[in-house]
Structure formats: structure tokens, C-alpha cells
């Protein structure tokens, strides 16, 4: 197995893990996780359908990153979901910090199988 192989390997597991993390936490601990969404979701859909919408999200996007079929389009999904996250969350950054290198994760392993994606 060559080198790229086991950095796309690593890097999949390692966005989708977050992704699958806060998918099982949001829905074990809603509470907790309601106050990452920006008020105007808050006010506009019922907190339930909201948590677990985003929770069923993030469980597809792990699958896909895992499953590595497309690999460009899954990463570049996750990196803008993480953007946003990252952009509506500032005033959290003590929190959301985090999510700036599983970002630039996610960016890297786009782009670098954008580069095989173009060669096919």
C-alpha cells in the first residue's frame, strides 16, 4: 500500500470519526449540543427535528468518507459543514478551535483527491 493511500485512509477515519462522535453525542446529549446551531435555526425549527436531522447528516457524511467512494465530493462536504460550524460558532472558539484542523483535514484530503479524481 502506497503512502496517499494510507494518508486518505487516516484522514477519513479521522474527519469521519468526528462527524460520527457528535452525531451519537447529539443525540444522547441534545441539551448540550442545541447551542451549536445559529439562533435562526433555533427559532425556526423544532430543536428535535434540528438535532436529529443534523445527526442523521453527520452519520451519512461518516459513512461516505469511510466508505471512500468519491472522495472529493464527501471531504469537500465535510469541510464546508466544518466552515460553518467553525464561522457560526466564534464567539465559542475555546470550543470549536478543534474544528479548524479537522477542517484543514478535510481540506487536504480533497484536494488531494481531487488530483487522483482528475486523473481517472
Do not use: C
Not at 477515519?13 to 435555526?41: C, E, M, N, R
Not at 425556526?44 to 468519491?70: D, N, Q, R, T, Y
Not at 478551535?97 to 479524481?117: E, N
Request: zero cysteines; charged letters at 10%; proline letters at 2%.
Amino acid at each position: 500500500m502506497n503512502n496517499g493511500k494510507v494518508v486518505s485512509i487516516l484522514l477519513r477515519i479521522g474527519i469521519s470519526s468526528t462527524f460520527l462522535y457528535a452525531a451519537v453525542a447529539t443525540t444522547l446529549y441534545p441539551k448540550d449540543w442545541i447551542w451549536f446551531f445559529p439562533q435562526i435555526l433555533r427559532n425556526s425549527l423544532p430543536h428535535a427535528i434540528l438535532l436529529m436531522g443534523f445527526s442523521i447528516f453527520e452519520v451519512v457524511l461518516s459513512v461516505w468518507l469511510i466508505s471512500g467512494w468519491k472522495k472529493v465530493y464527501s471531504a469537500s462536504l465535510a469541510a464546508l459543514s466544518l466552515f460553518g460550524i467553525i464561522v457560526t460558532n466564534l464567539s465559542a472558539i475555546d470550543i470549536v478551535f478543534r474544528d479548524i484542523a479537522i477542517f484543514f483535514a478535510a481540506v487536504a484530503l480533497a484536494i488531494g483527491s481531487y488530483q487522483k479524481h482528475k486523473k481517472s
